[in-house]
């Protein structure tokens, strides 16, 4: 199989391109076979994973994927585990703009506001020592 090279194939040719690279599997392909295959031969990935289901072929399941953190299997596509996630949630990554305590702020609120508070009584405080007063 050349990467990124698709074969010129006719659709009456295309079953047999599929079969005849397939046929190189013993029992088991790997996880991303079936779309550089259908890449190949330009076709869907729906239709090589039919042919070779037709040919008895099973998917090879991928290594079990576990949080960077604390080790925990968990699903593929994420990087840590929901505990460890939400502890990284709580990183201070800001300071209290009254009483210079860390904080931690989401990325919306640390890019579109100017001040950052731990909570309302410091959001008060400021508020009473910064705001115009008119007497």
Known sequence: MGEGK??????????????????????????????????????????VRQIAQELGLRFLPQEEHKCID????????????????????????????YCGKPIHIRKYAETHHKLHFCNKKCQGGWLGKHANRRN
Do not use: F
């Open 6 to 47: 698709a074969l010129s194939v006719s659709a009456g040719s295309k079953r047999a391109a599929v079969i005849k690279i397939l046929s190189k599997c013993r029992e088991t392909y790997s996880y991303g076979y079936l779309q550089k295959v259908a890449r190949e031969v330009n076709c869907s990935r729906e239709y």
């Open 70 to 97: 604390c080790g925990k299997k968990i699903h593929s596509g994420s990087l840590r585990c929901l505990e460890c996630w939400s502890q990284t949630c709580r990183i201070p990554n800001a300071r209290c703009d």
